[in-house]
């Protein structure tokens, strides 16, 4: 991660508030990706979401394999919402996928 210091403080403070029991190589993939220079305009907290989601969308669910199929990346998306849900759930997040989400 290149982000200054700072942020790299602020993005582990908003990656534990977030998920408090996600496994380590999750968080460190999700912390990655939170610091990457595309998300440095992004307050942390944003940052971290948007991370987390794609992380849990692309490892954790049928995503890749709906876009295979050739679904297009929103319904793709609509289709696995459950089943990142569940992984939030599982990593007690402080918040969920909701239908209006447009990450």
């Known amino acids: 991660m290149s982000a200054p210091t700072g942020r790299r403080r602020a993005i582990a403070k908003a990656l534990t508030a977030l998920l408090p029991l996600a496994p380590y190589a999750d968080m460190e993939k999700i912390r990655a990706d939170a610091g990457a220079v595309h998300m440095k305009s992004l307050p942390p907290t944003i940052a971290v979401w948007l991370a987390t989601t794609a992380h849990i969308r692309h490892v954790h669910t049928d995503y890749e394999k709906l876009l295979a199929e050739g679904y297009d990346r929103d319904s ?12 939030l759930t599982r990593w007690r997040a402080t918040r969920l996928l909701e239908d209006d989400d447009e990450d």
């Open 76 to 87: 793709a998306r609509f289709f696995v919402m459950e089943q990142t849900n569940v992984v």
